[in-house]
């Protein structure tokens, strides 16, 4: 009941980051992309269920999904994050590396200016100034692809993935799940649409 320290941050899943007007981020790439498709309806984002076995409902009533990066990173006290692009502002980070992706620890700033809340993020590397830039560097932790999945999971309110389930059965399983659930909330839809994002 009781414990000797208090739970370490890192057992907590990755918080998302999505950058608001007039925002900035100076921060470090941890992990490879986790890309998917989203609706965005009754004023939430939800994930895109189209499969060969299931036609989403949202794309049946609100046309074509929205495609998203999220990019892990780690911020200046070592805390997991995912920064979410749109494949607009994914285009511009990968232009900054046209030999390739972005390598692991890359230090970058986000910034969304200040207007329309939907104004493109612009991605920059930062001018470096510390002579210890390079062991800060090696000393980011990574991030894996599963826990951004479990943040978006649970962000998303999907059913939990049960123990040792792999997540392609997970997917099988909750897919359906949430075609149903979307048939349902969309008999009274309250909020309805597709996000003007850049």
Known sequence: MFLNEPPKRENHLPHLVRLKAGQ??????????????????TGRTLPCVNSDQTLCPLCEL??????????PIRGKSNQAGAVELTALAEQE??????????????????HR?????????????????DPHEKARKTEVVPVSSSDVQRTLFRLWEAPPMADGESLEVYLDRIIPVLAVRYAHMLQTPRNTGSIDDS
């Open 62 to 71: 609100i046309g074509p999904p929205r495609y998203y990066a999220y990019w």
């Open 113 to 129: 200016p200040n207007g329309r809340r939907n104004n493109p993020v612009q991605i920059s590397i930062p001018f470096l100034e």
């Open 24 to 41: 900035t981020l100076t921060t470090r790439l941890a992990g490879e992309p986790l890309r998917v498709h989203t609706h965005f309806a």
């Open 93 to 110: 980070l990968l232009a900054l590396f046209p030999e390739g992706n972005p390598p692991f620890g890359q230090r970058l700033q986000f």
